[in-house]
């Protein structure tokens, strides 16, 4: 009996030694958002956090229900952090992050998760509103800038009126000088014959 239960436990070590590689493969530890919560303030940025260090080579995608994939930036790896910077705001909906990556054992990963966006409208109004006085303000600065320089062309081309006009009296009244003049020369002269 005793030999069989030496056996049997050295079996059984042999089988978990052999089977721990397996079970030493990259998997996702938590991340934010998390699978299946429902996220109510606009997101800016997601993170993944793995239960071991991944390589740099990681890929991170963003696709919305129907399928349209939404724009992530500033991908960074970060030991095991993986993050991405959402670059467009998320309308109301199920969102799936996907990504692949290669943890330290070498082995490939690839996964998804999904969530969901519930944002109130008066949150998504104030955000577009905010938005919408930026834009005033800067239209309104672009504006008063357009407003001096349509000013300046003004007083530009009443000047440039002003001077046509004096540069057209001027050539008028010399015009007339020398025609004077001529007609003075022409009636001195038949005097004299």
Do not use: C
Not at 174 to 179: D, E, F, K, M, S
Request: hydrophobic content about 40%; proline content about 3%; aromatic content about 6%.
């Amino acid at each position: 009996m005793k030999k069989f239960t030496g056996a049997l436990a050295f079996i059984i070590l042999l089988f978990a030694f052999s089977a721990s590689p397996a079970f030493a493969h990259t998997h996702l530890d938590t991340s934010d958002p998390e699978e299946g919560s429902t996220v109510t303030e606009p997101l800016d940025s997601i993170t993944l956090y793995f239960e071991t260090v991944i390589e740099e080579s990681a890929v991170m995608e963003l696709h919305a229900e129907d399928g349209t994939e939404v724009a992530l930036d500033n991908l960074t790896v970060n030991d095991d952090e993986f993050s991405a910077d959402v670059t467009e705001p998320l309308e109301n909906g199920t969102y799936t992050i996907s990504w692949d990556i290669i943890g330290v054992d070498g082995h490939p990963m690839e996964d998804s998760i999904s969530f969901e966006v519930d944002i109130e409208e008066t949150a998504v109004e104030e955000e577009e509103n905010t938005d919408a006085a930026e834009d005033t303000e800067n239209a309104e600065d672009g504006s008063e800038e357009q407003a001096d320089e349509n000013e300046a062309a003004s007083e530009n081309n009443v000047q440039e009126e002003a001077a046509d006009d004096t540069n057209s009296n001027t050539l008028l009244i010399a015009v007339l000088v020398i025609a004077i003049v001529a007609v003075i020369a022409i009636v001195l002269l038949k005097r004299k014959k």
